[in-house]
Every structure is written in C-alpha cells, then in structure tokens.
C-alpha cells in the first residue's frame, strides 16, 4: 500500500519545533508556551444559561442545519457591534461566519490562492497561519518587523520583487508572537502599498480587544475605500476558544466565492455555538466583559514584564506589548536559544523557541515567545525566576 | 480593484440548479427537495440534559482549546461503537473527529489529490462532495450506479481510463441521491479493484444507520487489511446536524497528514459539540435510539413510495430504498424533467433535478430526487399528489 500525498501535503516538512513543544503540556510544567486565554476570562455561567435557554426554548432551531454564511442574528449581531467599535463599514462588505479564527486564513487562502503563488507576512508570523498557507503550496515572504510593526520599506521591496504575491497577511494588534501594533500611519501606509500594488490584505485581529494600555487605533478595515481588505475577528480569546466561532468581514464581490468555499469545508458553523454567542449579545453587555477581563490581561502582562525587568534584565530584552498575550523575548546574543529553552525545559518551564515563528525554521534566532494568560500569577513569578536560574548554568 | 481568484476557484461554474433551489425555502413550499434528518428524530431532551450538566460540572473544560484529533472520550467511544456494530478493526487505522461529514471529504481531497488528478465517483452523487473535490480542482469520472449500486466493469474501464485517479468515491449505503445499496459482492470487488490498481477507497456512511429494511451489509473499511479505506461517518442523521460532529476512520499512515489538515482548517471541532456526543453514548443507548428512529423514516419512507406507486406509477419509476432519505425518481421518457420540475414549483412542491448531481450537470437529464425525512406524513401525501396534477397539465 503505498500513500502518495498531495503535492501540497507532500512539501510539508515535519517542524523542526514540535518535538520540543510536544514536552511542553507534562505535568508540573509551568507552561509560558500556551497561547491559549486565560480561563478565568470565560464567561461561563454566561454561557451556561444561554445554552440552557436556547435548547429549552426551541432544540430544534439549535439542531438542524444552518446556513453556510452563518446565523443570520450573529451576523446581524456582529455588524452592529462593528460598525459601532470599530467603524467597519458594510457598504462593500459583509459577514460570513467561521469555526474559529484559522478558518478565515484557510478560506481566503483557498479562494484566493493558487500553488506557487506568494503571500507575504510579518517574519515572525503566528505559526497556525503560516502552516496554513503552506499547507496550500503558497510562498511566504517574511518581512521584518520593527517596533511598531512591520517594516514599511522592507514591504515595498518585497511587493516589487514578488509580483505574484496574492495577499499581505498582518496580524496588526499585539502580533504574535512579536507583540508590536502596528502604527496608524503604517497602517495608512500599507493599504496605500496595498491599493498602488492592486493587493489584498488579509487582517488578522484575533487580540484588538485584549488592549491593556495605550489607545486603540483604528483597523486598516475601517479605512478600506476599495473593498481590498478581509478582516478576521474571533470570540476565541474574548468568549471562548473551544467553542470555535469567528469571522471574517469580506468585500461583497467575494463573498459567493467564500461562501462555496466555506460550503465544501464544513457546510456551516455549529448552529448552539453561533446561537450562544448571538444571544450573548442580545442578554448582556459585551464591551462591560471585555473591560473586565482586560483587567486580567493587564495584571498578568504586567507581571510578566516586571518579573522579567526585575530577574532578567542582563539577558533578555523585550519591547512591553500593549495587549495580546504574548511577549517576544531577545535574548543575548552569547546565549545559544535552543540550548536555552532545553535548560529551560529540565526546569520545567516550557517556552516556544522563536524559530517556531520563522518562515525558515532552521535557521539562526535568539528569540523565545512567553505566554502571560495561561499560567497563574504565581507560576508568572516561579517561571521568570527560573528562567534566570536556567541561564546562571547555561554561563557556568 | 480587481480580484483573481485561485485557479481552483475561478473554474467552479455557477451550478445550472442553484435557481431552482433558492425557491425551494419558500414558506408553504412543500420540501421534498431537501436532505435534512426528521426533526422528530432529535434527541433533544437528552442534548439539554448533557449540555446542561457539563456546563455546570466543569465548564472550562467545553470553552477551552482542544487537540486537532478530537476529544479523547468521543473517540474512545466512537472505536467502540464502530468496533462493536461495523467490525472495523483500529489495527491499521485511527480516528479523527471532524466538524461534519463533508469535511472528512475535504481532509482527504487535500491531503490526497493535487489539481488535475481524477476521482471516480457515482453518477448521480452527492452535490456538496462533488462541488467539494472541484473546489481542489480535481477531475471527476463517473460511474453508472444499477440497482445494486456502482457498475463494477464500468469502474473497472474508469480506472484503466484514468491512471491519474486518486481514490474512488463511494456511498455504498443509501446512496444520494440513487437510493441504492452496493451489493456485498460488489463491495468486495471494488475493493480488489482498489488493490490491484493500488488506490485509496473513499466510503461515505452518513446514512448508514437508517436501514429501514433489509439486513446491514459490511462495509468496505471493515474488510480493509491493507489500510486502503478511508470512511467517513456522521453523527448529523443519527443525532443532529446542526450539532457538527461527524469522524473519519484514517490509516495510521496518513494519519499525522490528516491532522495538519485539519489544524490548518479548523484548529479543531467545538469541544462542548463533541463533549455532548461523548456523554451521549455515555448515559444513552445509541443503539436503541437510533431503532427508536428508524421506525421514523420506515413510516415516512414507505409512505412516500405506496404514494408514488398509487398517485404517480405511471410516469414514475423508482428503486424502493432500503434506507436513507431519498428516492431517486426516473421520469417518463416523453417528460421535460426541468419543465416538469418547474410546474412542480407552481404548485409548491419543491424538488432537485436530477442534473444537479451529475458531473456535467447541463447534460439532458430525465431525474428528480424526492426527499421523504423533511416534510410532514401530511405533506408527503399532499406533494405526491400535486405531484400528479401537475404531469397533466404538461401533458395537454
């Protein structure tokens, strides 16, 4: 029996990082590798009885098949949510409803995309996506990004010398890994990129609403004239991740493509998950949530940045994000990074070696990403003290 | 702004039916076009029930993140299940859950088939998996279904034909839209075919378990000792489909690829969806439910068949199903089928032609598919009936 894979599935190497994250979910581990939000952000009772109303109320409408661009009260929900927070208008766009956030990345890259094809992203970029991309035989190409985002003159040598680049895929708040939000004006700046370049961009959004400090800017979605731009929302990090339910706002001339495209994929998004977060809406204040659990996020963020200000100064070097759920930490240049996270890893704190985020995964990077929302407060203080106790050894 | 979509998609034509179908939803509309499980059929008391009690148990373990493979539970019950009631055997084979049935469709296109490759499949078959493997750009042969399922010296050319074929596409139970069964006979020899032309069997069950006559037949995974099967089973006709839950029976081989995909798709199907199956086969007798329901769709399914032997045997012929939801309905000769589907509407009786499940769907095509789960006892009568009507006013 011999299995020969698609052409696509076939290019897919092993991850040279997988066999270290695989270590990392042990028991006793103290666990800055997650991405995962924080569990005391679910709304729980909330969702508790939302479920129990909708299947006491009519099971069935919660039971048969919906219809593939989503539950027409969620979206309805959802448009109103974002032409009120953030000044999405829906002239030239609507909304199709996704499992998750990925699904967003998989449609577009399927709709839009043919093998060969180029997309470019921010080097480092989320993992998910990029697998993603290359699971559909796309080239990435990775421009670096600075402090407030990618590197705006770097992206315009990039779109020149890849004509064949289909879309720019940025995650433009709290990246991640890198943490960095990307400034109005390169906001401004890449969709005038975008326009003069005849490109899309795909916006990635999926931690806007996890602000802890700063003011928030405006989306390249809101500013989008041409209908040029698809926005990826999801209420993983801000409802629940498990529960697989997310967005995309698409420019109205594609949305039949999007539609078959989500059709052939899962046919629609569960109808009790979409219903839960519909009436989530409908029966309370989701902004009042949001600011609440902001407060976790900004105290665990903090925490993290302090401890590591405090124990780690004289190695690691960080730009503090401003929400999200990830910092990048550079290390040293002395210090080499897989030997590091390995050391790491004996002391049990488990961290995601920076190479994960890398287009070329093997090559050179004394970066490690440290997720704040997964450990407790007090794991936070352990897990960074270690993290300078694992270095005195790496120095011996 | 222009937009170019992905070579795949640019070259998937709007469907010559889809006019027809969006009139279908019409309120008063009698549905005999649609492929919905009896709402009658849910278990909605015991969804609640499950619901309810693990959201009140332990509510973060539903809202987290869960792995690509599935819930652990669910698939543990799952191998039991198939184990105990289909004889498949986990030696060579795993499972993997998936967020309905057409997605195990799109795993396997993706992991399997690059564009330009064949798949053979039935003609007529199911429109989502057919628009499913032309969304990967694939070329589809068909093969002439008889009474007894796929003609076994047609496929037998269609392979020879096509060395570039993947993998055949088989609904050996209940098939959609034929209504027939594939003989044991011809179960095992497509399954010799499969061998010696070294292909992968692709077998879509999702009906499988709503034998409203007859004895069960093996299916083809469970005589698979090469690991050359992939099957496909639901839980969308047995509990609910708005629910998304449905699995997929993979050789441990491609296994790791199928797991990519999936976590490119969706990352993974809502853990509360799969949470609500697990503890379904926990505290319930699924077994015993779904006779409770065959009883359903034997009623409804007889009742639609004496209707159209009482009101309509004289321009209509049929193959009684021994299951399943359809029955596929051979126009009289001398009918216009598009003309008489049309007539039908006028009358509000909703039906699919016949050319939507074909793979050149312009072609002549002298078929309809009747649906008997979707309407009411009432309604069957009523639409076999009009049904009646209105062949004769087409014939003056």
């Not at 590197?151 to 004509?163: F, G, S, T, W």
């Not at 759920?325 to 049990?348: C, G, N, P, Q, S």
Request: net charge negative; hydrophobic share 40%; glycine share 6%.
């Amino acid at each position: 029996m011999s299995y020969k894979l698609s052409d696509n599935f076939s290019k897919m190497k092993p991850s040279a990082t997988r066999e270290i994250l695989k270590v990392t979910s042990q028991p006793g581990m103290i666990a800055f590798a997650g991405g995962s939000p924080d569990t005391d952000a679910f709304p729980c009772e909330e969702v508790k009885k939302l479920s129990s109303q909708i299947l006491s109320e009519n099971p069935v409408s919660a039971l048969v098949y919906g219809v593939s661009e989503g539950y027409e009260p969620l979206r309805e929900n959802v448009k109103k949510w974002l032409i009120k927070n953030e000044n999405i208008s829906f002239e030239n766009s609507d909304i199709i409803i996704t499992s998750g956030g990925t699904q967003v990345m998989d449609l577009s890259t399927r709709v839009l995309t043919s093998p060969g094809d180029a997309i470019i992203c921010e080097e480092p970029s989320f993992i998910g996506s990029l697998n993603c991309f290359r699971s559909h035989g796309c080239r990435l190409v990775g421009v670096e990004i600075d402090d407030d985002g990618m590197n705006i003159r770097k992206l315009e040598q990039a779109i020149k010398d890849n004509p064949d680049a289909r879309f720019i895929y940025t995650i433009a708040n709290f990246q991640n890994p890198g943490g960095t939000t990307l400034s109005i004006e390169k906001r401004k700046a890449m969709y005038e990129l975008a326009r003069e370049n005849d490109l899309i961009i795909l916006e990635d959004d999926p931690y806007g609403r996890l602000r802890t400090a700063g003011k928030s800017l405006p989306s390249i979605k809101s500013m989008d004239t041409d209908g040029r731009v698809i926005y990826a929302g999801s209420f993983s990090k801000i409802l629940a991740p498990g529960i697989r339910v997310a967005y995309a706002v698409v420019p109205k001339a594609i949305v039949p493509a999007f539609t078959i495209a989500k059709q052939v994929s899962d046919v629609h998004t569960g109808v009790l998950n979409q219903m839960i977060v519909s009436r989530w809406f409908d029966e309370y204040d989701v902004d009042k949530h949001i600011s609440e659990i902001q407060k976790i996020y900004r105290r665990k963020l903090n925490l993290m940045c302090d401890c590591l200000d405090k124990y780690c100064n004289d190695f690691i070097s960080f730009v503090r994000p401003e929400g999200g759920l990830f910092i990048w930490a550079k290390l040293d240049e002395k210090i080499e990074m897989t030997e590091y996270v390995k050391r790491l890893l004996e002391h049990k704190v488990a961290v995601v070696p920076g190479s994960a985020f890398m287009i070329d995964d093997t090559a050179p990077c004394n970066y490690i990403r440290l997720n704040f929302s997964t450990p407790s407060d007090e794991n936070i203080i352990k897990g960074v003290k270690l993290m300078a106790e694992a270095i005195k050894e790496l120095r011996i």
